[in-house]
């Protein structure tokens, strides 16, 4: 389970999902990733295809995260309803937004997520009502992502909430709010990044990143981040049909 290993100190590698297709999710887990995020932020992936996109990792041993379009309690209870193995909230710029996205993905004490025991991740009743609302919060992975320079300066308050699993930095989005949209080895953006890893070491909690290259997710492997997103599906597709074209020619 995705939770105990990041718990166990694990280093994780996964992609993001952009295309609304099992089979693409299937795929990365035969290849072997140890996750993916299916990205409804900036995928097309609509609420309804949850369940098939988390079951096809399911079936092949893949944790699935569902990046929610956006920070709200409806959109969160969706995703994890349909049994994802937890959710990655973007713009998380604060500490009363991060407390809001933590309270919508927990069950009381540490949130006020909806209750109900008849929905894909409780087996559709089958895990009965006990077991499943005393272990979903230990089993579920919350992660925040970190998209501004005011949401990393408050990293260690915000690393510190009950509930938080993983701080995840965005660093496109971190350059766009120091001003230096695409400049992601930028000093100021590795700062707010840097910043943000001693926060979650601080409080014993995963950091988590997106990383563009092998290099890039190497060098933030070396630094302690455990949660690693590494390229799109859509851009592994693109890049392997072209390297294939380029031999035939």
Known sequence: MISDQLRQGKTLFGCFNEL???EAVELAALAGWDFCVADSEHGPIPESAYPALVRAGEVRGMAVLIRVAENRPALIQQALDAGAAGVLVPQVNSYDAAV????AARFAPEGNRGVNAFVRAAGYSTRGAG????TANRETVCA???ESGEACRDAAKIAAIPGVD???AGPWDLSQSFGVPG???HPEVVQA???MIRACAG????AGIYAGSPEAAKHWAARGVQLITCQVDTVILLRGLQRLLDQLR
Do not use: K, N, S, T
């Open 144 to 146: 925040l992502q970190m």
């Open 20 to 22: 609304p297709c099992p």
């Open 131 to 134: 077991p499943y609302l005393q």
């Open 203 to 206: 409080q014993g909690i995963a």
């Open 193 to 195: 990044i840097e910043v």
């Open 100 to 103: 809001a996205a933590v309270r």
């Open 183 to 185: 400049q992601l080895d």
């Open 166 to 168: 993983v701080l995840f």
